[in-house]
């Protein structure tokens, strides 16, 4: 039952009650009447000396009560309906106030959710921003700020090319946008560049190697190449490895690797980007 329903009920019944209130109220001003009078033939009886006329003022005095019973009859249905009524009433505006809680709920759902679609356009607005940027700085000569001869970085991004677009892409952005030199293949590469000798050039001068675990990354020989090149320096002593676990579970990672289902990784089933983001600038950081 929709609240509009429910609402011409109400206004139904309110009608049904006005007019039951007021037919009672004639009746109970009637008894008053009939009542009063009953009175008056009394006390007029009382004061009478001759027999037949208290005869008769006796037969008008019990004509008044009968008349005054036969109101009561007529109140008394009315009276109960007019209860009912009211009964019925109290329940239609209980069940008004859940309808309107209700729709409040909805409502309020309703402008989370826009507020969540208007949240992820301007994410989605700014990540094709960011994305058109270094499109462009891809193709910049030799002597840019990427060049890999030359620079030192944060972090190395490992991970599979399937990940790309749902994480690793605009995880690479937040971190570089919030002073992070990550070393990402679209950020770093450019047209002609060797592969390996870039990756290699990449893993040696970053701090830290973010890998991206998922069941695409140990499908995939080049990103478990990185991942043993990370593991060297790890046996050197360093501890370089930040692992992320997206979209596997720690099961799934010590069937692939034992040795890395033992550190301690972070998941994107729990945390959002920018969480994550967050916590990789704060090790790096601190």
């Known amino acids: 039952m929709n609240i509009q329903s429910i609402t011409s009920q109400i206004a139904n019944i309110d009608r049904d009650i006005n007019s039951l209130e007021k037919s009672i109220q004639s009746i109970e001003s009637n008894i008053s009447r009939k009542q009063k009078e009953a009175n008056d033939i009394l006390t007029k009886m009382s004061k009478e000396k001759d027999l037949k006329k208290i005869v008769n003022y006796q037969k008008d005095y019990n004509k008044k009560n009968d008349e005054v019973r036969n109101l009561e009859k007529t109140k008394t249905p009315k009276s109960k309906s007019l209860t009912d009524k009211q009964k019925k009433k109290y329940e239609l505006q209980s069940n008004l106030s859940k309808e309107g809680q209700k729709e409040r709920e909805k409502t309020k759902k309703e402008q989370k959710e826009i507020l969540s679609i208007q949240q992820q356009i301007t994410r989605e607005m700014q990540y094709q921003k960011n994305l058109s940027l270094h499109s462009i700085d891809i193709f910049k000569p030799r002597e840019n700020k990427y060049d890999v001869q030359s620079d030192n970085y944060d972090v190395f991004i490992s991970h599979a090319s399937e990940d790309k677009d749902e994480f690793v892409r605009p995880f690479a952005?937040?971190?570089?946008?919030?002073?992070?030199?990550?070393?990402?293949?679209?950020?770093?590469?450019?047209?002609?560049?060797?592969?390996?000798?870039?990756?290699?050039?990449?893993?040696?001068?970053?701090?830290?190697?973010?890998?991206v675990?998922?069941?695409?990354?140990?499908?995939?020989?080049?990103?478990?190449?990185?991942?043993?090149?990370?593991?060297?320096?790890?046996?050197?002593?360093?501890?370089?490895?930040?692992?992320?676990?997206?979209?596997?579970?720690?099961n799934e990672v010590i069937k692939y690797s034992p040795i890395i289902a033992d550190m301690l990784a972070i998941n994107t089933s729990i945390f959002t980007i920018e969480e994550i983001a967050q916590q990789i600038i704060d090790r790096i950081k601190h």
């Open 173 to 211: 952005v937040y971190l570089e946008e919030n002073g992070i030199k990550v070393w990402y293949d679209e950020f770093r590469l450019q047209i002609g560049d060797s592969l390996r000798r870039n990756i290699d050039n990449g893993l040696k001068r970053s701090r830290y190697g973010i890998v």
């Open 213 to 250: 675990l998922s069941e695409a990354f140990f499908n995939k020989e080049w990103p478990q190449r990185e991942l043993d090149g990370l593991f060297a320096r790890e046996v050197n002593g360093e501890k370089v490895i930040l692992p992320i676990w997206h979209k596997i579970s720690k």
